[in-house]
């Protein structure tokens, strides 16, 4: 039997709203898992009733029975179709502690933020780690760089300067002309 009125813990018998709001969902779902077999019944009456009219013919009891179940019926239909704003008008908060809420109503408490634990030790090991990884790492690209830096440097100087001929004169190119190989 589904009951007319819930009890629900109110913030005076020390039950917090964030409980309430996760009882509420059950004892709906509840409420419809105990009509579903009210239904069953009623549909195995009306085919009960439904045989016994091609039988016997329309009597005082089939028309009884035919009333009782439209009237269970509606009842089902009505449960069923009570919304969640509905609920809270059929319910009454005691303003007393309440000791009949089943345990499968109390919400256990949550975990609200993470204990962060430092290990010193740990720490400085990962820190000089790291360190050492990345002083390794800059020692070696300075190497390369001091020597792409001489070599460019090397490149860059042996362009700039003119080559001088045994007799002191210098090469002159002229812009447009090929030199001639004389051999």
Not at 19 to 29: D, F, S
Not at 132 to 138: L, N, P
Request: glycine residues 6%.
């Amino acid at each position: 039997m589904v009951p007319k009125e819930v009890v629900i813990p109110n913030q005076a018998s020390g039950h917090s709203a964030s409980r309430l709001e996760a009882t509420i969902p059950g004892i709906i779902k509840r409420a419809f898992v105990a009509l579903t077999p009210l239904r069953a019944s009623i549909d195995s009456l009306t085919a009960i009733v439904e045989v016994c009219e091609r039988g016997q013919g329309v009597t005082d009891v089939v028309i009884t029975l035919k009333a009782d179940i439209t009237g269970l019926r509606k009842d089902v239909d009505q449960l069923k179709s009570t919304t969640f704003t509905s609920v809270f008008w059929m319910v009454q908060i005691p303003d007393y502690p309440s000791t009949d809420i089943s345990p499968c109503y109390v919400a256990p408490p949550t975990t609200t933020g993470d204990e962060i634990r430092a290990d010193v030790k740990s720490e400085a090991e990962t820190d000089g780690e790291y360190l050492g990884v990345r002083e390794e790492a800059f020692y070696e690209d300075l190497v390369d760089l001091e020597g792409t830096t001489y070599r460019t440097a090397r490149q860059a100087s042996l362009r700039n300067t003119s080559m001088m001929s045994s007799s002191g004169a210098k090469d002159y190119v002229i812009p447009g002309t090929d030199p001639q190989n004389e051999s």
